[in-house]
């Protein structure tokens, strides 16, 4: 693993932690390293996902493997930001 591959993951990570932040309605009261860390896991997982469902790997950007990951991150933010408000009752 270089270092080009993990800023990679964390500015892909940011972008779809943020993509799914903003689709969400209402305030999420979670940092934007949270955010992050949310959409690094919704990009891994949404890769393998995308990959056991058979998703072709096509040149370019593969938007079906996007859209699982922007809604697993949104599940994600959504998930993590109930878990913070629960927890701070």
Same mark, same amino acid.
């Given at each position: 693993?270089?270092?080009? =591959?993990?800023? *990679?993951? /964390? ?28 959409? /690094? ?7 393998? /996902?995308?990959?056991?469902? *058979? ?31 629960? =927890? =701070?009752?």
């Amino acid at each position: 693993m270089t270092i080009q =591959s993990i800023l *990679g993951a /964390i500015v892909i990570g940011a972008v779809i932690g943020a993509i799914g932040r903003l689709l969400l309605p209402g305030r999420q009261a979670i940092g934007w390293i949270l955010t992050i860390v949310v959409g /690094i896991v919704a990009a891994l997982l949404g890769t393998v /996902i995308a990959q056991m469902l *058979g998703v072709a790997t096509t040149p370019g950007i593969d938007w079906i493997e996007l859209v699982m990951q922007v809604v697993l991150a949104v599940v994600g933010v959504g998930l993590v930001a109930g878990l913070r408000r629960g =927890s =701070s009752v």
